[in-house]
């Protein structure tokens, strides 16, 4: 199984990103898809997470600017992040959790520019 995450890079504040992750791999099924990022010296957080049933959950800090989803026949979670702020740059890493075990992703760069 691998995590394929896209969609990184170098924006202005204020700007927009749209993150993917892709899941390929034998799988059977995908319980909650999630979105962590880190920076040097920081703890890994959790941003934003959604359920199969498509319940979401989001960090305080980015509530109401980032949005997740995901597309089950394309085992692909999306990250849509809006209103860009120099905080929000990190390494943002998916990860998927399953009956079995948790997946990560390679991470991609996100960088904010004030």
């Known amino acids: 199984v691998q995590l394929q995450a896209s969609g990184g890079g170098l924006v202005q504040a204020g700007g927009s990103l749209r993150l993917s992750c892709a899941v390929s791999?034998?799988?059977?099924?995908?319980?909650?898809m999630n979105w962590y990022r880190q920076n040097p010296g920081n703890q890994r957080e959790l941003v934003a997470q959604i359920t199969p049933g498509v319940s979401t959950y989001y960090a305080d800090s980015v509530k109401g600017r980032f949005t997740i989803s995901r597309d089950n026949a394309k085992n692909t979670v999306y990250l849509q992040m809006n209103s860009l702020k120099p905080e929000d740059t990190a390494i943002y890493y998916c990860?998927?959790?399953?009956?079995?075990?948790?997946?990560w992703g390679q991470g991609t760069q996100v960088t904010v520019s004030s």
């Open positions: 791999g034998s799988i059977s099924s995908i319980n909650n």
């Open positions: 990860n998927i959790d399953t009956r079995i075990r948790t997946y």
